[in-house]
């Protein structure tokens, strides 16, 4: 960077992390330039809104800033500036009022995300910040200026502060594709490779059940399985793909899961198919006479199994399993499903890693790099899906854009 005496801010990265920073950087007087590879800003974050926009969540302070591990309390420093509260009413001084789920989740009335994006894109635009699209950023040239590339021209320009905001590596045919991380590492900024967080896992399925089942949920179900805290149990759904498993329920453990797989290899959860009835139960009503009936209609009669819940229990029992209800009935409260390895970072919903938090001061400045600053998913935390990404992403953006207006010398 060329110094503290240009006052005006660079911002790279035009998702909700980078244009919180642009939003509070410019309420404090510093003139802002928004900066994003793509056509547009926000790409991301309006497919996060394709299913409903799930903006945070309503739950208590202390159990929403657990949802972020071995980076709770970082992130609860981001938070008790603009926790959930905040953040709805912020979206309310855009227009767009929220109600609370019945999971507790937080979302729009719209339950879409194009409304908030435009209505803030406009009210940015007219408080002054400019957006420039189609610029991919190389990095910085000799002089500290920022290099990027634009069509099949270069250009460089400098500004007083920067604030990184360009997403992890996940879903990268949006832009957050990663290429910052040797730009960085080359810098002197220390970064954790990026790995898939909230993603699928792959399974050894038998051609019969990928190609008959793929795209089904498999609901409800609880899933079991023994981590470095013991014995995890969570109720809810997930969904059969040719490759493997994915879905919210698989999402809840995929950080501790994946950590698990690069440890030891491939690991083994265990579904109880069956929730709602003991193994007791079971095991007396697959005793009950079939009465000429086959197997898979007595499972659905006896035991409420069958369609893609019946094709995993055909996938794991033996035809000795088949015909003793005690096997039987064991397997459908705790079948055995072995996780392979995670999916492709490309495909995961969001992802682990990048700068380190220890290669960060208090306002998101990298210590190697006075005058940079970063928010957002680059940041290495992770957290599951409801609500809690994006909370992260707003408030880690308000962070590093009230650090680099103090940087700049603003005073706020």
Same mark, same amino acid.
């Given at each position: 960077?060329?110094?503290?005496?240009?006052?005006?801010l660079a911002v790279i990265g035009g998702g909700p992390a980078g244009l919180m920073a642009a939003e509070v950087a410019r309420a404090a007087g510093i003139e802002v330039?928004?900066?994003?590879?793509?056509?547009? %800003?926000?790409?991301?974050?309006?497919?996060?809104?394709?299913?409903?926009?799930?903006?945070?969540?309503?739950?208590?302070?202390?159990?929403?800033?657990?949802?972020?591990?071995?980076? @709770?309390?970082?992130?609860? !420093?981001?938070?008790?500036?603009?926790?959930?509260?905040?953040?709805?009413?912020?979206? #309310?001084?855009?227009?767009?009022?929220?109600? =609370?789920?019945? $999971?507790?989740? =937080?979302?729009?009335? $719209?339950?879409?995300?194009?409304?908030?994006?435009?209505?803030?894109? #406009?009210?940015? #635009?007219?408080?002054?910040?400019?957006?420039?699209?189609?610029?991919?950023?190389?990095?910085?040239?000799?002089?500290?200026?920022?290099? *990027?590339?634009?069509?099949?021209?270069?250009?460089?320009?400098?500004?007083?502060?920067?604030?990184?905001?360009?997403?992890?590596? @996940?879903?990268? =045919?949006?832009?957050?594709?990663?290429?910052?991380?040797?730009?960085?590492?080359?810098?002197?900024?220390?970064?954790?490779?990026?790995?898939?967080?909230?993603?699928? *896992?792959?399974?050894?399925?038998?051609?019969?059940?990928?190609?008959?089942? /793929?795209?089904?949920?498999?609901?409800?179900?609880?899933?079991?399985? !023994?981590?470095?805290?013991?014995?995890?149990?969570?109720?809810?759904?997930?969904?059969?793909?040719? $490759?493997?498993?994915?879905?919210?329920?698989?999402?809840?453990?995929?950080?501790?899961?994946?950590? /698990?797989?690069?440890?030891?290899?491939?690991? !083994?959860?265990?579904?109880?198919? @069956?929730p709602g009835r003991e193994q007791s139960r079971l095991e007396r009503d697959l005793a009950k006479p079939r009465a000429g009936r086959t197997l898979s209609e007595h499972?659905?009669?006896?035991?409420?199994?069958?369609? %893609?819940?019946?094709?995993? %229990? *055909?996938?794991?029992? $033996?035809?000795?399993?088949?015909?003793?209800? =005690?096997?039987?009935?064991?397997?459908?409260?705790?079948?055995?499903?072995?996780?392979?390895?995670?999916?492709?970072?490309?495909?995961?919903? @969001?992802?682990?890693?990048?700068?380190?938090?220890?290669?960060?001061?208090?306002?998101?400045?990298?210590? /190697?790099?006075?005058?940079?600053?970063?928010?957002?998913?680059?940041?290495?935390?992770?957290?599951?899906?409801?609500?809690?990404?994006?909370?992260?992403? *707003?408030?880690?953006?308000?962070? /590093?854009?009230?650090?680099?207006?103090?940087?700049?010398?603003? !005073?706020?």
């Open positions: 960077m060329s110094g503290r005496n240009h006052r005006s330039d928004v900066y994003d590879r793509m056509g547009s %800003v926000g790409r991301k974050f309006l497919i996060a809104g394709k299913g409903g926009l799930n903006l945070t969540h309503s739950e208590s302070f202390d159990a929403f800033v657990g949802r972020y591990g071995d980076r @709770s309390a970082l992130v609860a !420093t981001w938070l008790r500036a603009f926790d959930a509260d905040r953040l709805r009413a912020w979206a #309310r001084e855009l227009g767009v009022e929220t109600f =609370v789920g019945s $999971s507790g989740r =937080v979302f729009p009335l $719209s339950l879409k995300a194009a409304p908030l994006l435009r209505g803030w894109v #406009r009210r940015l #635009r007219a408080s002054g910040v400019r957006f420039h699209v189609n610029h991919d950023w190389h990095g910085w040239d000799a002089a500290g200026a920022l290099r *990027f590339r634009v069509g099949d021209d270069a250009r460089s320009v400098s500004h007083g502060a920067l604030v990184l905001a360009c997403g992890g590596g @996940s879903w990268p =045919v949006l832009g957050s594709d990663g290429a910052w991380v040797p730009r960085l590492q080359h810098a002197g900024i220390d970064v954790a490779p990026l790995q898939p967080s909230n993603c699928g *896992f792959d399974v050894d399925w038998s051609a019969h059940l990928a190609t008959r089942h /793929a795209g089904q949920p498999v609901k409800p179900v609880v899933i079991e399985w !023994t981590g470095a805290d013991g014995v995890q149990r969570r109720q809810g759904e997930f969904v059969i793909t040719a $490759s493997g498993v994915e879905g919210s329920l698989i999402y809840a453990f995929s950080g501790a899961i994946r950590d /698990a797989i690069a440890r030891a290899g491939p690991m !083994t959860i265990r579904l109880d198919l @069956s499972l659905r009669r006896q035991a409420g199994i069958d369609g %893609v819940k019946a094709a995993l %229990v *055909f996938e794991v029992a $033996s035809k000795a399993d088949q015909q003793d209800p =005690v096997r039987l009935a064991s397997i459908i409260k705790a079948l055995p499903l072995m996780l392979q390895r995670e999916r492709p970072l490309a495909e995961a919903i @969001s992802s682990a890693g990048g700068v380190r938090v220890d290669a960060l001061d208090g306002a998101l400045m990298c210590t /190697a790099r006075p005058g940079v600053f970063c928010a957002g998913e680059m940041i290495d935390w992770e957290a599951p899906t409801g609500g809690y990404l994006l909370a992260a992403c *707003f408030a880690s953006g308000r962070i /590093a854009g009230q650090g680099a207006a103090r940087w700049i010398g603003a !005073t706020i």
